[in-house]
């Protein structure tokens, strides 16, 4: 458990909830802990979801013509992957949704390879249902993703509108539900995220030296005199918000809109400062290697991260006990000797987009492309985004690309009745054997 995952933990029962991570998580959580009040019992949900997510994936490739020892030779660069292997373990919200991202991608395949005809059955409408609800709920950046999913969806296959319609339809009016009427029930404190990311900003145009407009100084003096440091960091925006010399969060929500307007000033009067900031802060996604600055994995810490036990936070909170510390530590040690771009996500970024291009070539369609739409649309949403080298945002990606890039060299299209691919293979004992 990371300091966040803690913190989420207490918020049903103790703390009040708060939205600076999505508080959905954190009832979910607080539910679960009326089960059996123990950690172990989401992440036993977690690792058996992405377990079954991972089969189906292997099941439907080799219903392709894959063979199984392929499908499984392949599956085992997710428990050799630091990403894929570590990450997963930890108790957080952009586990599920790096999981959600997995099986819309998934779900888009089957859509793609039987032209649509995936759509006809109200259990896998389900199941579209429930991945894109887990991308809105779990992250802050999650609608946009589904709102261009759904529409690319319609646009590709408007044969089957009245049931991406419906799918639309709901899930914008559950996410507005929960977002809306049910945070309003539970008393949900407003996100202070905004006003600290657009602090943030105001930060790199002082440090940039933008000019300042006098009353514009005179304002920021109100907030912290400029004669002392406004912290800011291109890598990471924790130091923004953090003691000793962070801004108080709660002081910058407040602020909010006479923030958004100064940011808005600032960039059209140095929009140089700001492509600076984007380049360097978005280097997570991009860049394989990153000299300048720390890569934050499974903690803040250098590459090989170290073991973070879980932070003391009350009387309840959960206490380290597990039987095989040594594994644990084990398993770091290998990891810290690591190169570097085997952590990074761009790595695997770049290894995916040749796969879709090896794979659209192959088939003769352009239609492959919309197989990575989802993790890619993720990372285009980051790239302004990105408030933290961490490799925990880019999981999904990561997942996707080890499971995906061995199947998109070696599964080739199904040619034949697209009705007979919306059914599940089914082992049937024939004179010729198993088929």
Request: glycine share 6%; proline share 7%.
């Amino acid at each position: 458990m990371t300091i966040d995952s803690v913190w989420q933990w207490h918020q049903l029962d103790d703390v009040g909830l708060d939205n600076w991570h999505p508080f959905f998580y954190a009832v979910v959580l607080g539910l679960l802990r009326r089960v059996a009040d123990t950690p172990a019992l989401p992440l036993l949900l977690t690792m058996a979801v992405g377990s079954l997510l991972i089969g189906r994936f292997a099941a439907w490739t080799t219903w392709q013509g894959r063979s199984s020892a392929a499908a499984w030779s392949s599956l085992l660069l997710i428990l050799l992957v630091p990403a894929t292997a570590l990450i997963p373990i930890v108790l957080w919200k952009d586990v599920v949704y790096g999981l959600g991202l997995f099986g819309l991608t998934l779900i888009i395949w089957r859509i793609e390879e039987t032209d649509g005809s995936w759509l006809g059955r109200w259990s896998n409408v389900g199941a579209l249902v429930v991945s894109l609800l887990t991308l809105w709920l779990c992250r802050h950046n999650g609608w946009p993703v589904v709102i261009v999913i759904l529409t690319v969806l319609f646009v590709f296959h408007r044969p089957r509108w009245r049931r991406l319609v419906l799918t639309a339809a709901t899930v914008i009016g559950l996410a507005t539900l929960v977002t809306g009427p049910f945070a309003a029930w539970l008393d949900v404190a407003p996100s202070q995220l905004t006003g600290v990311i657009l602090a943030h900003r105001v930060a790199m145009h002082i440090a940039s030296g933008t000019p300042l407009t006098s009353e514009e100084r005179e304002y920021l003096e109100s907030i912290k005199p400029l004669d002392s440091e406004w912290p800011y960091s291109c890598s990471s925006i924790v130091p923004t918000h953090t003691p000793p010399n962070g801004l108080d969060p709660s002081l910058l929500e407040r602020e909010v809109p006479r923030l958004r307007s100064m940011v808005l000033d600032l960039t059209m009067r140095h929009p140089g400062a700001e492509l600076r900031h984007i380049m360097c802060s978005s280097r997570l996604l991009w860049s394989p290697v990153d000299p300048e600055s720390s890569t934050f994995f499974l903690g803040l810490s250098r590459v090989g991260g170290e073991i973070n036990y879980i932070d003391d936070f009350g009387a309840d909170t959960p206490v380290e006990a597990s039987p095989v510390p040594g594994l644990v530590s084990a398993a770091y040690d290998v990891v810290r000797s690591l190169p570097e771009w085997l952590i990074r996500p761009a790595l695997y970024m770049y290894l995916l987009v040749g796969a879709l291009a090896f794979a659209a070539v192959r088939r003769r369609t352009y239609r492959v492309y919309l197989i990575g739409l989802p993790v890619m649309l993720n990372t285009l949403l980051l790239i302004p985004f990105t408030i933290s080298q961490d490799v925990r945002f880019q999981f999904g990606l990561i997942l996707t690309a080890v499971a995906w890039v061995p199947a998109l060299f070696t599964v080739a299209r199904l040619r034949g009745d697209s009705a007979r691919l919306l059914e599940w293979p089914v082992r049937q004992e024939g004179r010729h054997g198993p088929s």
